[in-house]
């Protein structure tokens, strides 16, 4: 086999592979072909890939909403709060269903003793003297009793009491008080830090 003869036999298989390359990449030894396009060509992939796109949109929207509507679980301290909101507008019927048991049964007793509206002028009076609330030491019983102590600030004493609550038809209600025990507080409320010593 002469030098000749190889480098032909190399150059011919060199030029095989560049031809497959090139019909590969759609350039052959005729120019440029035209690329096969798929099946549906590229408009209706365009459609497709805006309708895919479309149905996720879509889905999210409806999921954040779902999600939105489905409420969180009540927490024990929210009858105080409802009791609280009850108290400053006077709504004697709200102010009641924050209650269960006898303690209710109390209350309504009471209710009906004064009239309603004089009920109702008690509950703001009783919130007007109140400056704040702190409600704190939520301690669950099992997952429907809970006890909490709701602190009450005045102008010039805190009082402090402890409440049992139990979830009734979904809602958390206080069933019991303790006696409320009156607080002195190391700084009255209202006092200007200045004046501490």
Sequence with gaps: MTHEQVTHGAGAEFQA????????????????RERP??????????L????????LAAGGVWWSRRQASV???EEPESAI?????????????????C???????????????????KFSEYLRE????????????VARGGPTEASLVVEYVY????????????????????ETAEASQRIQPLIPYGKPVTEVQ
């Design 99 to 117: 209650f269960t048991g006898g303690m209710r049964a109390q209350l309504e007793t009471t209710a009906r003793g004064m009239t309603s509206p």
């Design 71 to 73: 409420k969180a679980p």
């Design 17 to 32: 592979r560049a031809d497959a390359r090139a019909r590969g990449s759609g350039v052959g030894a005729g120019g440029p």
């Design 155 to 174: 102008q010039d004493q805190n009082e402090r009491q402890r409440m049992s609550l139990r979830m009734v038809a979904g809602t958390w209600r206080i």
């Design 81 to 97: 709060w409802r009791m609280l909101d009850a108290s400053r507008g006077g709504d004697a019927a709200s102010y009641l269903d």
């Design 37 to 46: 396009r798929g099946v549906w060509g590229e408009a209706p992939r365009k």
């Design 48 to 55: 497709v890939a805006f309708l895919i796109t479309a149905a």
């Design 126 to 137: 009783s919130m007007g003297r109140v400056k704040g609330v702190a409600v704190y030491d």
